[in-house]
């Protein structure tokens, strides 16, 4: 028996049989032709049917991951199709084939230089790197008509997968049944395919490094996320701990080692998502995202189909709480049928509750209705909304009195109703210097910190191109948390956090030094972050966290909270 490490990236243990996934090898390019015999024309023509091909492929298997993990984690395949259509990457292929190089080998070199600058990048940045493989792959597939050797969409059960690295692609194609875990060469916790992993509840240790390459398919190996481990050859006693962690059950509700009680929901995507957040142990919904209703359809959902969806998340959850957030798109979520505007920085234009209140009036309302109507029948559960993207005072105004509005029609019609807590999405700077306002006015504030991020840091987060800038450890988006989380202590309101950022248990001690009453996440990691809370002692990681407060650089933030990560 031997123990490998790398970075945890689900926190689960899965014990299997070791099996190589090399998609490489099925990629071999065919030799290189001498330019004068090679028709630029008809290489062209190839790269194009490829392309719209690939763009076909990306968008099917954007759809089958959001209905598998998620609209937000299925987001990562608009930004592979933006790969496909990059001005620059295409005009240099096109340029090769003119100049006499065959498509095949134009994709391999034009993808290798791009890859190659942004490996060379550090942090989050680097592992974008993985994204531009996966279109690269694809495009290679069409152009030389060539299936995987490995099909990871039907694998034996018991399968513990290694490779040197695994593609979104790959990852959301995997049968969590079959899966027993993941473990790759290399990769870390915030690459695509990792955060695919988390979702699909499949144990992964990414980052593991050469020492994997010597494991032989066959070998029976012991993936524990947690601990950032991969066993080689088990004992018994290695299984039976593996087996009793699994296993054992998750507290209802937990509080830190000197008594300050800490909300551990989940965020849930799809209707999917609501039993096995139950099962892991969450206190809750924390954030329930309403897009998938309305995505993928020709039409609305209406008033009926909202109203079954809330109350079975609400059935789930008795005596706790669901957070749902009224519709969010623009920016990265398109509706077809909504007909949109096209913006030049749609992240920085007309998107949720700016689209409610202004746009879309008709669809909010509707939305309240059922959301009313679910209140006053989810149950033993309490329903409470939030307002996406607030920027404004008087944004907040208008979306209560509209909820005041929906109130007295649904009184009028004699229709059952009762009027949940309200709270508001803290993801721009003006929402959180407009904190103890808000506070004052409603029940609640939530920290996005995935778009919080994006704002405080000027730093789209589907480009690539500033992935480094979009940094929730940098010491100005923890400043934002602390001054919202300090203005909202000063009234009734409590606040909670729903991005990525809250599901990290490294990270825990962290937030809950800074002050959030709730932590909203991936329903896998709800069991990890519960067992972290209980070690912490609040008052020495304030201590720990003035010091990160005070901080300059993300190093230095890195440095005083001892993390060990790009």
Request: aromatic residues 4%; proline residues 6%.
């Amino acid at each position: 028996m031997r123990t490998l490490t790398g970075v945890g990236s689900t926190p689960l243990s899965g014990v299997g049989t070791a099996r190589w996934y090399r998609p490489e090898a099925d990629l071999t390019l065919p030799e290189r032709p001498a330019p004068a015999t090679v028709d630029g024309d008809a290489e062209r023509a190839r790269f194009a049917a490829a392309r719209d091909a690939v763009r076909d492929d990306i968008r099917e298997a954007r759809d089958r991951a959001a209905a598998r993990v998620g609209e937000e984690e299925a987001a990562v395949f608009e930004a592979h199709e933006q790969f496909l259509d990059d001005p620059e990457l295409v005009d240099d292929i096109e340029a090769a084939m003119a100049e006499g190089t065959p498509a095949p080998h134009a994709v391999s070199d034009r993808f290798a230089a791009a890859i190659e600058q942004f490996e060379a990048l550090d942090g989050p940045m680097a592992e974008r790197a993985d994204d531009l493989r996966d279109v690269r792959d694809r495009l290679l597939r069409a152009l030389l008509d060539a299936a995987p050797g490995t099909d990871v969409a039907d694998l034996p059960p018991g399968t513990v997968l290694l490779a040197e690295r695994l593609t979104p692609s790959d990852t959301a194609a995997l049968d969590p049944a079959a899966v027993a875990g993941i473990a790759t060469v290399t990769g870390g916790r915030t690459a695509h395919a990792a955060i695919i992993a988390r979702s699909l509840s499949i144990p992964a240790v990414v980052g593991v490094g050469e020492s994997l390459r010597d494991v032989d398919a066959g070998t029976d190996l012991l993936v524990d996320g947690s601990d950032g481990r991969v066993v080689v050859d088990p004992d018994a006693a290695t299984r039976e701990q593996a087996d009793t962690a699994a296993t054992t059950p998750v507290p209802d509700r937990v509080s830190t080692a000197d008594g300050v009680p800490i909300t551990v929901a989940a965020n849930v995507g799809s209707e999917a998502e609501v039993a096995p957040a139950a099962e892991r142990g969450a206190d809750g919904i924390g954030l329930f995202r309403t897009e998938f209703l309305f995505l993928d359809r020709e039409s609305p959902p209406t008033e009926a189909e909202q109203y079954e969806a809330v109350t079975a998340a609400l059935s789930a959850f008795p005596g706790e709480q669901v957070v749902v957030r009224t519709l969010d798109v623009g920016g990265d979520k398109r509706v077809p049928y909504l007909d949109l505007p096209a913006e030049s920085n749609p992240f920085l234009g007309r998107r949720g509750i700016r689209l409610s209140l202004d746009d879309h009036r008709d669809l909010f309302e509707t939305q309240l209705r059922a959301l009313l109507r679910a209140a006053a029948h989810g149950g033993d559960a309490d329903l409470a909304v939030m307002f996406p993207l607030v920027s404004r005072m008087t944004e907040v105004e208008s979306a209560l009195s509209a909820v005041d509005a929906v109130a007295a029609d649904l009184e009028a019609e004699g229709v059952p109703h009762a009027i949940p807590d309200v709270g508001v999405m803290v993801e721009t700077p003006a929402a959180v210097f407009l904190a103890g306002r808000l506070a004052d006015a409603v029940d609640f504030l939530s920290i996005g910190t995935n778009d919080l991020t994006q704002y405080v840091m000027a730093a789209d987060r589907e480009n690539d191109g500033v992935a480094a800038y979009h940094d929730p450890l940098h010491p100005a988006v923890l400043r934002a948390v602390d001054r919202t989380t300090a203005a909202a202590a000063e009234t009734d309101a409590w606040v909670g956090m729903c991005g990525e950022m809250a599901g990290d248990p490294a990270l825990t001690e962290l937030l809950v030094a800074l002050g959030l009453d709730e932590l909203s996440m991936s329903a896998v990691t709800v069991p990890a972050v519960k067992t972290r809370i209980r070690q912490i002692d609040s008052a020495a990681a304030r201590a720990r966290a003035d010091e990160a407060l005070a901080c300059e650089t993300r190093a230095e933030v890195v440095d005083v909270l001892g993390l060990d990560r790009d």
